[in-house]
């Protein structure tokens, strides 16, 4: 398999997806040639993943069509926060990395769409629906994986019609993870007092 092929290839170790943190650690503890404790062998169990929970809604491929009214959440905040432990100072990491990479997605994914360059817009739509689903992004990643299948399907014209849905459905996404987020410390300390 993948696997395989990978280390034929000359690569280390191999990690595949959905990732497992405590997996994901001792691949890197492995390669790394760390020895002792790996930073998350606390976590409860070794089976915490980076896939979309059975409350995400179907999959991406099993997204509607463009006039199907839209009825998934923007976001799975219990998902999300299930996946990172909880942590909120990786979830603040995590969210300004997103909010980086998806507006850099999206400039990248509408001026492949404008030039009609079909691969780098498939390319650029299936990594932020890649990117939206392990932040919980339920919306995004399934707009972004309809765009990526009507490119494949040469439908240009229908993917850049759903632009601006992506589009929106990113900023909702954006502001649901700020909500999320570590309180300002005047919040916090307020709520202390």
Do not use: W
């Not at 979309?52 to 998934?72: K, V, Y």
């Not at 905040?77 to 299930?82: K, P, T, W, Y």
């Not at 850099?104 to 030039?115: F, G, P, V």
Request: proline share 5%; hydrophobic share 40%; glycine share 6%.
């Amino acid at each position: 398999g993948d696997r395989e092929k990978c280390l034929a290839a000359g690569m280390d170790d191999y990690a595949s997806k959905p990732l497992q943190f405590a997996s994901l650690f001792q691949t890197i503890a492995r390669c790394l040639e760390v020895s002792g404790p790996t930073p998350h062998d606390n976590l409860a169990t070794a089976d915490r993943v980076l896939q979309p929970s059975p409350s995400e809604g179907r999959s991406p491929q099993a997204a509607r069509t463009p006039a199907e009214p839209e009825i998934e959440p923007v976001f799975d905040r219990a998902a999300l926060m299930d996946r990172i432990d909880g942590d909120l100072e990786l979830l603040e990491i995590l969210t300004d990395a997103f909010r980086g990479d998806a507006a850099k997605l999206l400039d990248e994914l509408r001026n492949a769409l404008i030039q009609h360059d079909l691969e780098a817009a498939r390319c650029a739509a299936h990594t932020l629906k890649g990117t939206s689903a392990n932040m919980a992004g339920i919306r995004v990643s399934i707009t972004a994986a309809t765009i990526e299948r009507q490119i494949k399907e040469g439908s240009h014209v229908e993917a850049t019609m759903l632009l601006a849905s992506l589009e929106h459905a990113t900023s909702e996404l954006c502001e649901a993870l700020s909500r999320t987020r570590i309180p300002h410390a005047s919040q916090a300390s307020g709520a202390a007092s």
